[in-house]
């Protein structure tokens, strides 16, 4: 079984610019979050997807970030225009959906996004 | 809500050694994650752990959930362990909440 996928790898891109990452989660996980770890800092939640509907985007930073998950498979996120503050590694997980939430999230391997 | 404390910030080990890993959060909490991030960046899940023990390989973790800790102990450490170990926690909410990690070097 795929686990979580994201794509591009890696983005380097200037201020003012626009980048959109992917994710696809495990096959059959309605839920879908992402996170962000800016350099040195702790890792942030972003927003959670419970299949193309957005369940909680309390932690978007601002209106430059916008979250999809049209026909609730796949994600995109995009950044627009990004900012140098945005640099960092965006993070994508998915889960089941469990009651209660215990359960575990698996995660992508992450896009590290570098503004220049 | 919940804050989470992960101790000690950063710990440097000789290969070969062991290690314990220490997350203190502020609340109950019913599901907590150990990840390790490695040099790459990627976050590799390691323990999903709300209570009790659970080992792999030469890792496991113990979360006593009625005092508000979990440990992470790292046997025999090996130059592949570097990189950055965290806990984090879900509520209800389902969004993962976490710490700051510690950052572990193993030297050859």
């Known amino acids: 079984e795929a686990g979580v996928t994201q794509f591009p790898s890696h983005s380097v891109i200037e201020k003012g610019q626009t980048v959109t990452l992917r994710c696809d989660p495990i096959?059959?996980?309605?839920?879908l979050y992402w996170y962000r770890r800016v350099m040195g800092k702790e890792i942030k939640f972003l927003l959670h997807?419970?299949?193309?509907?957005?369940?909680?985007e309390s932690g978007m930073p601002n209106n430059r970030f916008l979250a999809e998950r049209t026909g609730g498979t796949y994600s995109t996120l995009k950044v627009q225009p990004a900012e140098l503050e945005d640099s960092g590694v965006y993070f994508c997980?998915?889960?089941?959906?469990?009651?209660?939430?215990?359960?575990?999230?698996?995660f992508g391997p992450g896009t590290r996004l570098l503004v220049l | 809500g919940i804050q989470v404390e992960q101790s000690p910030p950063d710990l440097i080990l000789q290969e070969g050694a062991n290690s314990t890993l220490r997350c203190n959060f502020s609340?109950?909490?019913?599901?907590l994650q150990w990840f390790h991030q490695n040099p790459w960046g990627q976050l590799i899940n390691l323990f999903y752990?709300?209570?009790?023990?659970k080992q792999n390989g030469r890792l496991s973790a113990t979360t006593v959930a009625t005092e508000r800790y979990s440990l992470l102990y790292i046997s025999s450490s090996q130059t592949t362990d570097s990189g950055v170990y965290f806990c984090?926690?879900?509520?209800?909410?389902?969004?993962?909440?976490w710490g700051l990690g510690t950052s572990l070097g193993v030297n050859p």
């Open positions: 997980a998915s889960s089941q959906g469990l009651a209660g939430g215990l359960e575990t999230q698996y």
């Open positions: 096959s059959g996980h309605d839920n």
């Open positions: 997807f419970v299949k193309e509907s957005k369940q909680d």
């Open positions: 609340d109950s909490v019913n599901n």
């Open positions: 752990i709300p209570s009790g023990t």
């Open positions: 984090a926690y879900a509520g209800n909410n389902r969004k993962l909440i």
